[in-house]
């Protein structure tokens, strides 16, 4: 076999492992897998329509950003649930990385076609507004990793696991709050997209004292929040 089919056998389970781990996510998100449920290897094969390669490849990613966790005995996985309290001081430690990523980034620079891809990911939740759906969550999480990434501190591109579990664990908090208070999430999504383009509009002008300062306050605003209480 040539090297290029080899290579492109390797893409194929490449994205086919992708897909699983944006499906196996979106059923955590939206509660259709709850916490604390074990991950039966054979039901989701069946469910998803896969074999145990691509699932286990899945579980390890999600294992990574911290969805799922070993349970029992080092036997099975189950789903990760974070309390009030988790998410609390994971934000407070996210106001301090989510600051200096966007100073960092207004510092070092960001070239135009990366500054191009994070306009459309906030147009992206701008479109979504009001909906509070996995596209908007997907978009979201992926700005403000990129803003870790674009820090250029290898530090703060550790936490991009952490950046991404957070974020998609707040968006299942918001899709609960879409639905008994449709209005009240609404408002609150519009005012973070706010946030997220002056974070963006101070990154371009090379402000970083500005852009850390808008960063920290939209995680600030997320705390105290009725997204993160009992």
């Known amino acids: 076999m040539s090297d290029t089919a080899v290579d492109m056998r390797l893409v194929g389970r490449t994205r086919l492992v992708d897909e699983?781990?944006?499906?196996?996510?979106?059923?955590?998100?939206?509660?259709?897998?709850?916490?604390?449920?074990?991950?039966?290897?054979?039901?989701?094969?069946?469910?998803?329509?896969?074999?145990?390669?691509?699932?286990?490849?899945?579980?390890?990613?999600?294992?990574?950003?911290?969805?799922?966790?070993?349970?029992?005995?080092?036997k099975t996985l189950e789903v990760v649930e974070l309390s009030v309290d988790d998410m609390l001081e994971l934000y407070a430690f996210r106001e301090v990385i989510d600051g200096l990523a966007a100073r960092l980034a207004a510092q070092r620079g960001v070239s135009p076609s990366r500054l191009?891809?994070?306009?459309?990911l906030l147009e992206t939740m701008r479109d979504?507004?009001?909906?509070?759906?996995?596209?908007?969550?997907a978009s979201h999480a992926n700005f403000h990793a990129a803003l870790a990434e674009l820090s250029g501190n290898k530090y703060v591109i550790g936490q991009i696991p952490m950046i991404r579990l957070t974020a998609q664990m707040l968006a299942r908090r918001m899709r609960s709050l879409a639905g008994s208070a449709p209005s009240h999430s609404a408002e609150m999504l519009e005012e973070g997209e706010d946030d997220h383009m002056g974070v963006l509009v101070a990154i371009e002008a090379g402000d970083g004292r500005q852009a850390e300062t808008i960063a920290r306050?939209?995680?600030?605003?997320?705390?105290?929040?009725?997204?993160?209480?009992d």
Request: hydrophobic residues 40%; aromatic residues 4%; glycine residues 8%.
């Open 217 to 229: 306050r939209h995680i600030r605003k997320t705390m105290r929040s009725s997204l993160l209480r």
């Open 128 to 137: 979504q507004v009001g909906q509070a759906g996995f596209v908007r969550a």
């Open 20 to 74: 699983v781990t944006v499906r196996l996510r979106n059923l955590i998100l939206d509660g259709a897998l709850p916490p604390g449920k074990p991950l039966l290897q054979l039901d989701l094969c069946e469910q998803l329509g896969v074999s145990r390669t691509p699932l286990r490849e899945a579980f390890r990613v999600l294992e990574s950003e911290g969805f799922v966790r070993v349970s029992n005995g080092n």
């Open 116 to 120: 191009a891809e994070l306009r459309a």
